[in-house]
């Protein structure tokens, strides 16, 4: 909803109840915006929520107050004028009622973004009306009786009470609609009376006429259709007919397959609401592209046509001229045409006709739509208009709601493109940690990610117990596997451990390194045991068992980016070697580390034996110990 609606609820709100309960409100509701702009868009939320809060500090209720907001807008927008828009509308509540359509089409460009609702009376009598209200927002009924009930007593001095007889929803265009019946009861005498005068002279003057055929009408108005309550067509004017490519084929056709409702907003296209909303203009759309398939099924038929008269042509000056020559038929044009008009019941004939013109904007605009300047209405101002240029709100309507349909792709697109930005991002940061990643994304050389650091803890953990000497022990080491290292990755991020990689049943991580930390031999190790314990209570689809042993040691190392096609953050040095050797001589079940890394452990944090002096390729014999975790100190991982 636009901003003005909710300024008429904040002046009216701190006029009557004072600032501090508009505050409290705000912070009840919310609401971030203490200033609300009047041709900004805001959240239909807002008001509804303003209204709940209102009606706890106040102990009213919500509909109560929402019929105060309908009241405060009202009383409102006067400040703009718009009150003398609704008393030109008619000399009577009711003719109010029939407009209220029509006004908020007047009022499309100052706010093209405004969603209004759609309404018709259906009995009209005496003590007052019968009005349908549809509209896409719910919980603004009472709403409405209040822009209703204030419009009643200022404007029209009546008094109005309003009735909810029903509240039903339906659907347009995939879209969910409330649909709200109401009885509004007020002195309607004013209007029967004229009303009834209007007919009876009307009455008089056509009775002293002769009847016309309906033929008239489609001569009068060369674009008009006429439908019957089935909605399919039954004839159209001479213009449309040549439009179409041959018109006589769009008969007995559903009349929604080849035109468009673009206003009234919000209704469907049907006989019951073109029997009601006669008094509203309608806009419909020539659908170009369903008249361009007929035209090409009916090509064929066409050609033989052509050929027929091609032996029929006559002879003008000694040359043969095909009848075609002498008439200049409107070829389909690239863009669809929009027609606005309204709707007329014919009783004699049992259906409604269309009594409409195309919507142009200049005579630069005829071309594109297969039209010429003899083809619009012989009456009206509609030649003057286009040859004057002037400019038609609908085509602006209509050219806004084309860019506003753009800006909404452009919005969707962009929110896909986000979503698809971030499982790029996912994958990379899998790939190479990410103060790593924005390196090379500003531009830097993979060589300059080279790093050494001086002391980080290096783990290996390796899985146990598997022969997969088949093609199915093969599948289920891999399901196996997938799950176990599953369970590790979402470990890895409590204790702030980068896994570098998993090659075959070999699990590598490292902390301290890209982002260097003190605590990195505490959090290997706190990892490592985390690992031990979950690997035992995991469910393992076939059932297997499962068991690692892992090694740690610390040390030096030096890491960078390694690769092109498949880019890897990889570690180098005897640390890393050193670290496969502890997981190498490990038990299963077991942590097995270093001296080195037994020195940078706080104490009491671990129960750490010693293993004794283990012979290690390539590095000789090294004293190692076991790891466990401590009982009586709190598990880093609950």
């Known amino acids: ?13 701190q006029e009557e109840y004072g600032e501090e309960i508009w505050k409290k409100a705000l912070s009840m509701a919310g609401c971030k915006h203490t200033v609300f702009n009047t041709h900004q868009v805001y959240s239909d939320h807002i008001m509804s929520n303003i209204a709940s809060a209102l009606a ?50 007047q009022f499309r460009l100052s706010y093209p973004k405004m969603k209004s609702p759609s309404m018709y009376l259906t009995k009209v009598d005496r003590n007052g009306c019968v009005l349908v209200y549809r509209s896409k927002r719910q919980g603004f009924t009472h709403y409405l009786m209040g822009q209703l009930d204030q419009i009643a007593t200022e404007i029209y001095n009546l008094k109005l009470e309003c009735q909810l007889l029903s509240t039903e929803t339906g659907e347009v265009d995939g879209k969910t609609i409330i649909i709200v019946t109401l009885r509004l009861n007020f002195d309607n005498t004013h209007y029967i009376l004229a009303k009834q005068v209007k007919e009876e002279a009307h009455f008089r003057t ?38 179409a490519g041959g018109g006589d084929k769009l008969l007995g056709q ?8 673009r206003r009234p907003k919000g209704i469907d296209f049907t006989w019951k609401n073109c029997f009601y909303l006669k008094s509203v203009m309608f806009e419909i759309e020539i659908l170009r592209t369903e008249l361009m398939k007929r035209h090409c099924e009916n090509k064929e038929e066409l050609l033989v046509e052509k050929a027929e008269n091609l032996k029929n042509s006559i002879e003008i000056d000694g040359k043969n001229i095909s009848p075609y020559a002498t008439r200049r038929d409107s070829q389909p044009g690239l863009k669809n045409i929009l027609l606005k008009g309204q709707m007329l019941h014919l009783t004699d004939v049992i259906g409604i006709i269309y009594l409409c013109c195309p919507v ?41 709601d084309k860019a506003e349909q753009r800006a909404s792709e452009l919005e969707t697109n962009l929110s896909l493109l986000e979503v698809w930005k971030k499982r790029g991002d996912d994958l990379l940061y ?10 090379l994304r500003a531009g830097n050389s993979p060589l300059s990610t080279c790093q050494t650091f001086d002391t980080v ?165 090294m004293e190692t110990y076991w790891i466990f975790e401590n009982d009586l100190t709190d598990s880093t991982d609950e």
């Open 457 to 621: 803890s290096v783990m290996f953990c390796e899985l146990v117990g598997f022969n997969s000497s088949t093609v199915e022990d093969a599948m289920e080491l891999v399901s196996t596997m997938n799950a176990v290292f599953s369970c590790f990755d979402s470990l890895m991020d409590t204790f702030n451990v980068y896994k570098v990689e998993t090659v075959g049943q070999i699990y590598m991580a490292v902390c301290g390194a890209p982002e260097e930390t003190p605590l990195h031999a505490q959090n290997i190790c706190d990892v490592s045991l985390c690992m031990t314990r979950h690997v035992k209570q995991l469910q393992i689809p076939s059932g297997s068992k499962v068991d690692v042993r892992i090694g740690v040691h610390s040390g030096p190392v030096v890491a960078g980016v390694v690769g092109i096609k498949v880019p890897r953050y990889c570690f180098f040095g005897d640390t890393v070697n050193t670290a496969s050797r502890m997981q190498s001589t490990s038990s299963p079940g077991m942590v097995h580390i270093s001296d080195s890394t037994k020195h940078l452990l706080p104490k009491d944090k671990f129960i750490i034996r010693n293993r004794g002096v283990v012979k290690v390729k390539g590095k000789g014999d």
């Open 56 to 105: 706890q500090l106040t102990s009213k209720s919500y509909d109560s107050f929402m019929n105060f907001f309908g009241h405060c807008f009202v009383r409102f927008f006067s400040n703009y004028g718009y009150d003398a828009t609704i008393k030109a509308t008619g000399r009577n509540f009711t003719d109010f009622l029939e407009s209220v359509d029509n006004i908020h089409s």
């Open 430 to 439: 899998s790939m190479i940690p990410k103060p790593v990643a924005e390196k």
């Open 360 to 400: 142009i904007n200049d005579i630069g605009e005829l071309p594109d739509q297969g039209l010429y300047l003899n083809d619009l209405n012989p009456h009206g101002l509609a030649k003057e208009m286009v040859l004057a240029g002037w400019q038609n709100n609908s085509k602006l309507e209509f050219m806004f």
């Open 206 to 243: 056509i009775s002293k006429l002769p009847s016309f055929n309906c033929d008239l009408l489609l001569v009068l108005f060369p674009f008009a259709i006429l439908f019957d309550p089935a909605m399919t067509i039954v004839a159209i004017g001479e213009k449309l007919m040549q439009v």
């Open 254 to 261: 559903a009349v929604s397959k080849y035109f468009r409702l």
């Open 1 to 13: 909803m636009y901003g003005m609606l909710l300024e008429s609820v904040q002046y009216f709100v």
